[in-house]
């Protein structure tokens, strides 16, 4: 049996490394001194969707909200062999909380339907919070599973997971239709760990458009996506800088000096 999977994928800022200062006087991201990248998360999210695709046929679409600002995540889904992308694009989707976000999300996969599993990864740089896999399983009805290491099987209207917790793993089974929350794949020899976009995928899907939808696509009131909650101003945390000591490891006063210094 073929299954068909939906990938939420966004572009987050690449806060790796920082230098300077990143935010003006009012607590603003100065947008000019940041670039971005594909939500690594969320290619694993999408390496697993693909991963179900080889082995049981059916098909991948991603789904991204917002105009790309240096990533083209969508057109990099397609180099690595997603069979549909499509953006969520217009001006009322500005400056949407997480609720609000899940929401545009979550109606148009409504709308399409025909799905059988939604996948995304766990986290995003922006919000840190974690939460619009949870909204959108919410709002569609249906079940997720968070902290995914593996898919273990999917047949006869059900899926099974192994999940990561806390000292280990538990195993866990949900029906389908179904949102997987990827965790996140450190190592290269991970099965999570990204295939890299192919050079035939790149020549094919160059100039290929991308499907954009808008606010009136979704056949919604205006008033159903409101924000509920409005980011006032980021604040950087100081670094703390701490100066090196030489210190005679023979010396026990200076040693405990040493430690009173590092705990203050």
Known sequence: MSYNSIVIVREIWDTRDLVGEVLDSNGNIKESTLTTRFEPEDLNALEMALQIKDAHGGSVTAIS??????????????????????????????????????????????????????????????????QISGHVAEQLGIEQITYVDALEEISNGRVVCKRSIE???????????ALLVVGVALLKEDKRAPRSAKARSKLKHRRTPISTQGMSDLDVDDSTIVNSTIIDRYEAVQQRRIDSMDVDAEDEAALKAMLDELRA
């Open 65 to 130: 909200l917002g105009k790309s600002r240096n990533v083209d995540v969508l057109r990099e889904c397609l180099y690595r062999d997603a069979d549909e992308v499509l953006l969520l694009d217009d001006p009322k989707f500005d400056g949407l909380d997480t609720s609000a976000t899940a929401c545009v999300i979550s109606k148009t996969i409504q709308k399409r339907g025909g799905f059988d599993l939604i996948l995304t990864g766990i986290d995003v740089v922006e919000g840190e919070n974690a």
């Open 167 to 177: 000292g280990g793993y538990e195993t866990v089974e949900t029906p389908l239709p």
